[in-house]
């Protein structure tokens, strides 16, 4: 069997703002580098070393520095989203909960997720469970479940 490492990859138009999102949202993931002492962001560095813009990385990565998770990339890209992902993240918050815990669990997830900038497509109560279909600040689809 071959070993290989896998990275999950979004399209994006700030990465910034897609990778601060995601990076919030799941906890454990972090930047592999930090940002220099004395500056609050790779692009304000950027600027004191004179780097001009169409010369600067156009791309953040988040690495789980917790658990053994893929490292996520967010790359920019000049068109914008244009339909429904055919592949969406599920953040499972509610394992082995049923009924009303699992609905008061996933919507308080909901919650926190709505403070950091994502967005309600819609609530799903079907047979096999209650889920919430959500959008990050870019409109990518993902599940909390």
Not at 4 to 13: G, K
Not at 37 to 57: V, Y
Not at 95 to 113: A, N
């Amino acid at each position: 069997m071959t070993a290989f490492d896998l990275h999950v990859v979004f399209d994006c138009a700030d990465p910034d703002r897609v990778a601060e999102f995601w990076r919030e949202a799941l906890g454990g993931y972090d930047y592999p580098m930090q940002v220099p002492d004395g500056f609050s962001s790779w692009p304000e560095w950027a600027d004191a070393q004179g780097i001009p813009e169409e010369q600067r990385p156009t791309g953040r990565t988040l690495v789980d520095k917790v658990r053994d998770r893929p490292d996520i990339f967010f790359l920019k890209v000049p068109e914008p989203k244009a339909g429904k992902n055919r592949l969406h993240l599920d953040i499972k918050v509610a394992p082995g909960l049923g009924g009303d815990s699992r609905r008061v669990k996933v919507e308080e997830e909901g919650e926190r997720l709505i403070g950091l900038g994502a967005t309600v497509a819609r609530r799903v109560d079907e047979p096999d469970g209650f889920h919430l279909v959500m959008q990050d600040p870019e409109g990518n689809e993902f599940c909390v479940a």
